[in-house]
């Protein structure tokens, strides 16, 4: 049955308390609460927190009495900050230059090794061993060292800035012996005006042996005269002693006084200097400056050999790789070495240039009686006899003289 109308209005009224009518008037009717604002955080900026503000209890553990009181919250752990990058990575750092320095290292080191082995892939090889009966096996080692004056190779314009004419044939300017052994190393030089009796040929010069019969005569010349047995042979010409001074960056010499020969295109003041290949080229090869002639120039050869070996052995022919690629390649293709020669013995015979003078070694002329450079026939004998032993040691300044005259002579 319908609701008759005063019904509905009375319900209505009724039931304002609960939808928010605004018609009823009992005061004891359920009114609704308004929302309050809530106060806003510290962290928002408004101040001070409210002290009647409703906070959030920590629940009680079921376990624990009503009257014990609550454990006091700890404080929130500060994280943990993770290691700057900046320092991680500073640790690696050395590592990647270490490798970096180990890798060049590396390259410098097959350098070092793979020049020499190119270089030596040009080598020239000559025979110097005299056939027929030689001296027996001797202790130690004895190379023989020739400087050729051979123009062979040189162009006009050369042969015009050595100084060194047109002069056909090949005969030595230079020849040295060199011994190392259990002694000092010796470097005797041999005038090449020596007069001795070359086989086939008679008394004369010993240089012609090498123009009559190349290296293996001058070798044959040399054991006959003197006993010494020749181990190796290296020989360099005039262009390739050019070549080997400049490789090096250019040696220091010391005349005893100035030098002025047209005939070896050399003009220098007297006093240590430094030299290039052309100034030194003459140097080595002047002889009408001095009154001592061959003598004086056979001295000069020392001094410029020694030289040439301080230079090879200085730490710069190392760690310039410019100087040291020109310096193997000229030591390989200017000089010639004699069969049976291999890089280890070339490697021991350019070591021990560089121990021919002062402290290091000996350096001097074969014993001669007089200015025509006649051999002394007891002196020399004496000296040839310490290198055939082997026993440098035993050799004095009455043996090894600058001049080869004897102690107290013109030297």
């Not at 304002?16 to 900026?45: E, H, I, K, M």
Request: a negative charge; proline letters at 9%; aromatic letters at 6%.
């Amino acid at each position: 049955m319908a609701d008759g109308p005063g019904r509905g209005g009375d319900d209505e009224k009724r039931f304002d308390w609960l939808y928010g009518g605004q018609g009823a008037s009992d005061p004891d009717a359920t009114r609704p609460v308004r929302r309050q604002p809530r106060p806003a955080s510290p962290a928002a900026g408004s101040g001070a927190p409210d002290d009647e503000a409703t906070r959030v209890m920590r629940a009680r553990p079921r376990d624990q009495p009503r009257d014990q009181p609550r454990a006091a919250t700890p404080p929130p752990r500060a994280p943990v900050a993770p290691p700057p990058a900046a320092a991680s990575s500073g640790r690696r750092r050395p590592r990647f230059r270490a490798r970096y320095v180990l890798v060049l290292v590396l390259l410098w080191v097959v350098y070092l090794v793979a020049v020499p082995v190119f270089a030596w892939t040009k080598v020239d090889k000559v025979a110097f061993e005299p056939r027929g009966e030689r001296p027996a096996e001797q202790p130690g080692t004895t190379y023989l060292l020739v400087g050729s004056d051979s123009r062979q190779g040189l162009s006009a314009a050369e042969r015009k800035e050595y100084g060194t004419g047109d002069a056909s044939g090949q005969r030595t300017d230079t020849i040295l012996l060199l011994h190392t052994g259990s002694g000092p190393n010796l470097l005797m030089s041999i005038p090449r005006d020596s007069l001795v009796d070359v086989p086939g040929s008679g008394t004369t010069k010993i240089n012609a042996a090498y123009a009559f019969g190349g290296p293996r005569l001058l070798t044959r010349t040399i054991e006959e005269n003197t006993g010494i047995r020749v181990d190796e042979y290296v020989e360099i010409g005039i262009g390739g002693f050019v070549d080997l001074v400049d490789a090096v960056g250019g040696i220091e010499i010391c005349p005893r006084q100035a030098m002025d020969d047209p005939l070896a295109n050399l003009d220098i003041e007297k006093g240590c200097q430094e030299a290039d290949g052309v100034t030194a080229l003459g140097y080595a090869r002047s002889r009408h400056t001095s009154g001592l002639g061959d003598i004086e120039r056979a001295r000069q050869q020392r001094e410029v050999v020694a030289s040439i070996g301080r230079e090879v052995v200085s730490p710069w022919s190392v760690l310039n790789p410019v100087r040291y690629w020109r310096l193997n390649l000229a030591a390989t293709e200017t000089v010639t070495f004699g069969d049976g020669m291999n890089p280890a013995r070339a490697a021991m015979w350019a070591s021990a240039m560089t121990r021919v003078n002062g402290d290091n070694g000996l350096t001097c002329s074969v014993p001669i009686s007089d200015l025509a450079v006649t051999w002394d026939p007891e002196r020399s004998r004496q000296m040839f006899q310490a290198i055939i032993d082997d026993d440098t040691d035993s050799i004095d300044d009455s043996l090894c003289t600058p001049s080869g005259l004897p102690e107290g002579a013109t030297s």
